[in-house]
């Protein structure tokens, strides 16, 4: 069965905006979450994603711009490696 990431994520901005869960809480999630992740995509990268966390991992020497985004690139590309749809 196929999870629909859509609705999470959906659920959890909308969580937010009604107040039921703080920025914090969330983020107390994803400190929960990231460590299996970071070991899924341990496992299941193929190459050219190992590649392309290299080269994001290179890329944050020189980087000047916002760190949250150079951070959200990041674990975004960890996360697709992970391939779990519900990232």
Excluded: C, K, Y
Excluded at 54 to 75: C, E, K, V, Y
Aim: no cysteine.
């Amino acid at each position: 069965r196929h999870a629909d990431a859509e609705l999470l994520r959906r659920d959890l901005s909308t969580l937010l905006r009604l107040g039921r869960i703080s920025f914090t809480q969330l983020l107390e999630a994803r400190l929960l979450i990231e460590p299996e992740i970071a070991r899924l995509a341990a496992q299941r990268a193929t190459e050219a994603e190992v590649t392309a966390l290299r080269s994001a991992l290179s890329a944050r020497i020189t980087w000047t711009g916002p760190a949250r985004l150079m951070d959200f690139d990041f674990h975004r590309l960890l996360a697709t490696a992970a391939h779990n749809p519900v990232h």
